[in-house]
């Protein structure tokens, strides 16, 4: 639920008075519509571009390294799988063990179990 803004607190006090606040009713709405939007677009993680599954090449080593810093532990030197959007790794996990790598201060947590569930896919079946 959005919380209400002050304006939106004195139109509903000016209705009780019988003033005319249509006018007002308009631009709350659209100020409601707009909020709406932005906390939508916050809880998607704002990532606006198409996302990329693949294996990590040696070329990926410093991404996937600083990652590994901002999250605070490193991966495991195995096989690694990286999501990356717009050319930037956003989250790197190693395969057999499932560790994951993402940076804690940008909104990846969905990419990151986006890969992680690729990497379970690819992971071998004990028999």
Not at 35 to 44: E, F, G
């Amino acid at each position: 639920m959005i919380s209400p803004s002050p304006i939106e607190s004195h139109i509903d006090i000016a209705r009780a008075f019988g003033s005319r606040t249509s006018l007002l009713d308009d631009a709350v709405r659209r100020s409601r519509q707009r909020r709406w939007r932005r906390r939508k677009a916050a809880a998607l993680g704002d990532i606006q571009a198409a996302i990329t599954i693949r294996p990590a090449g040696a070329a990926d080593a410093h991404a996937i390294a600083r990652l590994a810093v901002l999250d605070g532990h490193p991966l495991p030197g195995g096989e690694q799988l990286v999501a990356e959007a717009d050319g930037r790794i956003l989250a790197a996990v190693d395969v057999l063990s499932g560790a994951t790598v993402a940076d804690p201060f940008k909104p990846t947590a969905s990419v990151a179990q986006l890969v992680a569930l690729r990497a379970q896919q690819l992971r071998p079946q004990a028999a």
